[in-house]
T-cell receptor
Framework: QKEVEQDPGPLSVPEGAIVSLNCTYS??????FMWYRQYSRKGPELLMY????GNKEDGRFTAQVDKSSKYISLFIRDSQPSDSATYLC??????????FGAGTILRVKS | SAVISQKPSRDICQRGTSLTIQCQVD?????MFWYRQQPGQSLTLIAT?????????ESGFVIDKFPISRPNLTFSTLTVSNMSPEDSSIYLC???????????FGPGTRLTVT
């Protein structure tokens, strides 16, 4: 079993839809949770960073962490074609390496 | 955040040769990382490079194959040695800022070995 599980998709949605991207994990020691966006032929870009449980909002993006269920989510409101990319979740224990999910391919159709 | 550049952006190399990839950061950082991303796959950490000490390699990666230099706080190189087609991949460097495990990535080097 992988430490971090993420559905690779692809996930196709119409423009304006609310997108939900999810990861589950097995290591209860993870404390830091991140979401990266990676466009084709580019490096990953840090979107959201959260510590421990709870929600964090930044514009159209909301990151949610439920440590009791070992489940994290990224919600994208009013999705745009420019949101089409691969979204990678990543997590770590403090001072340890990041563990990445496989990435979910998102396609937003206009 | 951090502005990170990598050179070259892409290269096509013959098997048996070596390629050195450079990573430059716009500010001083303690920890730099090198990752490999194979086609359609997620990121795999190759090694962690701290200035002034030997790089720490992950399981499955060895110094003879992937020697790393870290001469100062803004620069690092990764060499892919004695290349084979299986080394065809994207190689990414990243840096950690603020001691919070946040990592920022460079644009990557796309390597094809023929």
């Amino acid at each position: 079993q992988k430490e971090v599980e993420q559905d690779p998709g692809p996930l196709s949605v119409p423009e304006g839809a609310i997108v939900s991207l999810n990861c589950t994990y097995s290591n209860s020691a993870f404390q830091y949770f991140m979401w990266y966006r990676q466009y084709s032929r580019k490096g990953p870009e840090l979107l959201m960073y959260t510590y421990s449980s709870g929600n964090k909002e930044d514009g159209r993006f909301t990151a949610q962490v439920d440590k009791s269920s070992k489940y994290i989510s990224l919600f994208i409101r009013d999705s745009q074609p420019s949101d089409s990319a691969t979204y990678l979740c990543a997590m770590s224990r403090y001072g340890n390496k990041l563990v990445f999910g496989a990435g979910t391919i998102l396609r937003v159709k206009s | 955040s951090a502005v990170i550049s990598q050179k070259p952006s892409r290269d096509i190399c013959q098997r048996g040769t070596s390629l050195t990839i450079q990573c430059q950061v716009d500010s001083q950082v303690t920890m730099m990382f090198w990752y490999r991303q194979q086609p359609g796959q997620s990121l795999t950490l190759i090694a962690t490079a701290n200035q002034g000490s030997e790089a720490t390699y992950e399981s499955g990666f060895v110094i003879d194959k992937f020697p790393i230099s870290r001469p100062n706080l803004t620069f690092s190189t990764l060499t892919v040695s004695n290349m084979s087609p299986e080394d065809s991949s994207i190689y990414l460097c990243s840096v950690e800022k603020g001691g919070s495990d946040e990592q920022y990535f460079g644009p990557g080097t796309r390597l094809t070995v023929t």
